[in-house]
């Protein structure tokens, strides 16, 4: 399978990512290590989470996921065939949050420990985060790619501007730049990416991979009506901001496309993804191995510069 950089980086990853947010949470131990087997087994190796998954669970406290990950790779002894990112700044409890150099290198050590490694891979800053200072930011990164603990940094949510900020204090002081903007971006929710960061990353060289790949679950094809938010608990009512004339019609040409090359809506929303020229990889979730499978075979979907048209052109308004 032929993988991609990230940035400038020596990091290569297969043109899927998988999302650890569902592991301790709508997964299971014993399903997760199903699923991140299954993944792993079929040549992908990017797999990512974040301190904070999975705190919105009653009763969890943030690292769950990177808890799981890490167990799964120390009984696998895979560690050096993966390329593990996770997130640093959102809240994970009171006085617990930030990019100030002092808490990331704090939370970086409770990673590490919960990955079992000796290093990240990716690095990236969660959020935005206004009250700290951008040198100390990249200052605590320089440091930690330094001692080796972490090997490439970027970011997820960042906006161009800030983007731009942080890639002049990195030239100026010779540290380690963004090489990866993680963002939300799917054939439904195209705007807030091709706006503005979809150049502004192409013209810099930086890797993007896309969360929300499938809208929540939108373009799967499983919600059609109000009465099929019943079949999750979790995003069910979610789905209210996507039921509309246009998200009715992306599933329509979703549904075309996959008839004529016997996909799944899923998987072609999915290709449509690793068919954009600026992304490195779409990340996606699954809960089980068959919906994994139903992933993996988006990676094998090459769309006809037709049907790519077809659907963006659908997607429009």
Not at 10 to 35: C, M, Q, R, Y
């Amino acid at each position: 399978m032929q993988k991609r950089k990230i940035g400038r980086s020596d990091l290569a990853v297969a043109p899927l990512g998988l999302g650890g947010n569902v592991f301790g949470w709508s997964a299971d131990e014993k399903a997760s290590f199903a699923v991140l087997d299954a993944f792993a087994a079929q040549g992908f190796n990017l797999i990512d989470t974040a301190d904070v998954y999975s705190t919105w669970v009653p009763g969890h406290h943030g690292g769950e996921s990177e808890t799981i990950i890490g167990k799964w790779m120390k009984a696998r002894g895979n560690r050096a065939d993966i390329v593990v990112t996770t997130k640093v700044g959102s809240e994970m409890g009171p006085g617990r949050k930030g990019l100030s150099s002092r808490y990331i290198k704090s939370a970086v050590e409770a990673s590490l420990g919960r990955l079992q490694t000796d290093y990240i891979d990716l690095y990236l800053s969660h959020w935005e985060d206004p009250e700290a200072d951008p040198e100390d930011t990249l200052g605590a990164y320089a440091d930690l790619v330094k001692a080796g603990k972490v090997r490439v940094i970027g970011n997820s949510n960042h906006s161009a501007e800030t983007m731009r900020k942080m890639l002049a204090i990195s030239a100026r002081h010779g540290w380690p730049r963004f090489e990866n903007l993680q963002t939300h971006y799917n054939l439904y929710d195209r705007s807030g990416y091709e706006a503005e960061l979809e150049a502004f990353c192409r013209e810099n060289e930086i890797g993007v991979t896309s969360y929300f790949s499938l809208a929540k679950g939108f373009l799967s094809g499983k919600y059609r009506s109000r009465a099929d938010f019943s079949k999750s608990a979790a995003r069910g009512e979610g789905m209210d901001a996507y039921l509309n004339d246009r998200g009715l019609r992306i599933l329509a040409a979703l549904d075309a496309v996959a008839k004529s090359r016997s996909a799944t809506p899923a998987q072609v929303a999915i290709a449509w993804l690793i068919a954009r020229p600026s992304l490195v990889a779409p990340i996606a979730s699954a809960t089980s191995v068959e919906q994994l499978r139903d992933l993996i075979k988006a990676a094998e979907l090459q769309l006809t510069a037709a049907e790519i048209e077809h659907l963006t052109q659908a997607s429009i308004g």
